[in-house]
């Protein structure tokens, strides 16, 4: 199978304010995956049950070709998983903390793992306790990458790291997955560090997934364009308009549109609107409007 | 894998195991205290060792249950601050790393059970004992085991819980022996058939009388007939 994670219809519900409904996920063999969503929006809880910490209430996953949680010993052998909040015992050494983590997994490698712990600039002596943020952000992935994993599994990873540190993890998974070619499952709300380095996005808001597909496609399909003389209701865009927004008083309006190409300038000469201008919008304002639309309530909203 | 479970249960304990140790030798030490060789210028009288010696009684089982409590309660402690997120995240299963905390305990509780045997052995050969009267280091040191494994499965089974669960059995045995009793001796006053009713009391017994915790209520006497 092509996929190194396949989620579908996954269904959770937490009392009445959060519920993740019917997701469905595929996370190419070998890409780097943003799964990018709000705080709040499931991500972690996601996570959780793809690591079989949680037990969905409907629904189906696959790791790298296993079953969730059937075969979650089998499976996290080949995980390698840095959580959301530190997960290490704060009372060991960096160095026993290793030596413990290290005896849990076969394809541990104590060469790596020394080579990427001078690389990290982390001390084998030094307690976990007394570490820095991003001293244990760094100790996080030296832990998953050194147990050699063929899927990454990432929960806001740098979330309050400086960006000396940010940079350091982002490079040393980067080197990883280079060196490798595994899979990296990466859930962040930090848009532009994603930008950078996924070859997929997923987008989830409010427990459901808003989009799914190539970062490139998501990048250059997102466009701010200009048109007069819009009407009302346009005649059967070959895009998707995300918000319309009266720019002055003479009929111009400012779109966000989806799925946007360059070949779909023509559509405006045929129902006779004016196209003014198409601005590229970065990955980060192309985030805010999607989810913008995807909301309930919102103009272009569902 | 269980050497680094182990450690890390070492790791974790080794602050309290230590004075536990030390006060599992030193207890049976404590028992003969003024029981030793005393030149033949004074006699001891088997009541009285007797006596001396019941009174350390209860200290035994006490000292036995505090070792299995601390020792399991510390199995599950640093996960449970962790939420089991790392926990979770190894590839091992549940039952797999359960037995594996739990088998790092028990190992654990050898030392002080060994100090406590040690002490007893020297004890026993401190003494000097009048006529009648023998040492017992061998099935103390056996009873203090086996109470130790008690209190320690009994916690470790409890504490392996998520906290909802553990206060959820706790709070049953509360409400069983002390509510339970309450409500028993309140009905007593209303209903002629609760006077003559213990279940509480009958329960007790029970418990003291058969299964695992009779190790408890049994002799714990170094010094007997």
Redo the contacts between chains.
């Keep these: 199978m092509n996929n190194a994670l396949e989620i579908d219809g996954l269904g959770w519900r937490a009392g009445r304010f959060f519920e993740l409904r019917d997701l469905r996920l595929r996370v190419p063999r070998g890409s780097i995956y943003g799964f990018l969503g709000p705080n709040g929006s499931g991500k972690t809880t996601t996570i959780r049950m793809l690591?079989?910490?949680m037990k969905p209430d409907h629904g189906r996953i696959r790791v790298l070709d296993m079953d969730v949680p059937r075969d979650?010993?089998?499976?996290?052998?080949r995980v390698g998983?840095v959580?959301e909040?530190p997960?290490?015992?704060p009372?060991?050494t960096v160095g026993?903390q290793m030596?413990?983590h290290a005896?849990?997994?076969g394809k541990w490698d104590a060469g790596w793992a020394r080579e990427t712990m001078r690389r990290l600039e982390l001390e084998p002596d030094r307690r976990i306790s007394r570490m820095s943020k991003g001293e244990t952000g760094k100790l996080l992935i030296l832990l998953a990458l050194s147990q050699r994993p063929d899927l990454l599994v990432l929960d806001e990873p740098t979330d309050g790291l400086d960006p000396v540190v940010r940079r350091d993890v982002l490079t040393a998974v980067l080197d990883y997955v280079g060196e490798t070619n595994a899979t990296v499952f990466i859930s962040s709300h930090l848009v532009h560090e994603l930008e950078r380095i996924c070859d997929w996005v997923g987008v989830l808001d409010r427990g459901r997934l808003v989009v799914e597909l190539p970062m490139t496609q998501f990048k250059n399909g997102i466009k701010r364009i200009k048109v007069s003389g819009a009407p009302e209701t346009p005649v059967d865009p070959p895009f998707t308009i995300l918000s319309r927004q009266q720019t002055n008083g003479a009929g111009t309006e400012t779109w966000i549109v989806r799925g946007w190409q360059d070949s779909m300038k023509q559509y405006f000469d045929g129902v006779g609107l004016d196209l003014r201008d198409v601005v590229d919008l970065d990955l980060e304002e192309g985030f805010v409007e999607l989810l913008r639309s995807s909301r309930p309530g919102t103009p272009g909203g569902s | 894998?269980y050497?680094?479970m182990l450690?890390?249960h070492w790791?974790?304990i080794r602050v309290v195991l230590i004075p536990l140790v030390i006060a599992a030798f030193g207890l049976p030490l404590l028992s003969v205290q003024g029981m030793g060789n005393l030149g033949g210028a004074i006699t001891l009288e088997p009541v009285a060792v007797l006596h001396a010696a019941q009174g350390w009684l209860t200290l035994y089982p006490i000292l036995a249950a505090a070792v299995g409590i601390i020792l399991a309660l510390s199995a599950w402690n640093?996960d449970h601050q962790?939420?089991?997120?790392?926990a979770?995240?190894?590839?091992?299963?549940r039952s797999r790393y359960a037995m594996g905390k739990m088998g790092g305990g028990a190992v654990l509780a050898l030392l002080p059970v060994g100090a406590f045997w040690v002490g007893a052995l020297v004890a026993s050969a401190a003494v000097h004992l009048p006529a009648g009267l023998h040492t017992y280091p061998n099935g103390l040191t056996l009873r203090f085991l086996l109470a130790v494994m008690v209190s320690y499965a009994t916690v470790f089974a409890l504490a392996a819980g998520t906290i909802r669960t553990t206060v959820i059995v706790l709070s049953a045995v509360f409400l069983y022996f002390v509510v339970g009793g309450a409500v028993e001796s309140y009905l007593g006053v209303f209903f002629p058939f609760f006077q003559h009713t213990d279940v509480v009391g009958n329960t007790l017994t029970f418990l003291g009388s058969f299964g695992p915790f009779t190790v408890f209520a049994g002799s714990w006497m170094l010094i007997d007939v």
Excluded: C, D
């Design positions: 690591m079989g910490m979650m010993p089998r499976i996290l052998a998983y959580p909040r997960h290490v015992y009372a060991l026993e030596r413990y005896s849990f997994f | 894998m050497r680094s450690f890390l790791k974790q640093w962790l939420n089991h997120v790392y979770l995240s190894l590839p091992v299963s």
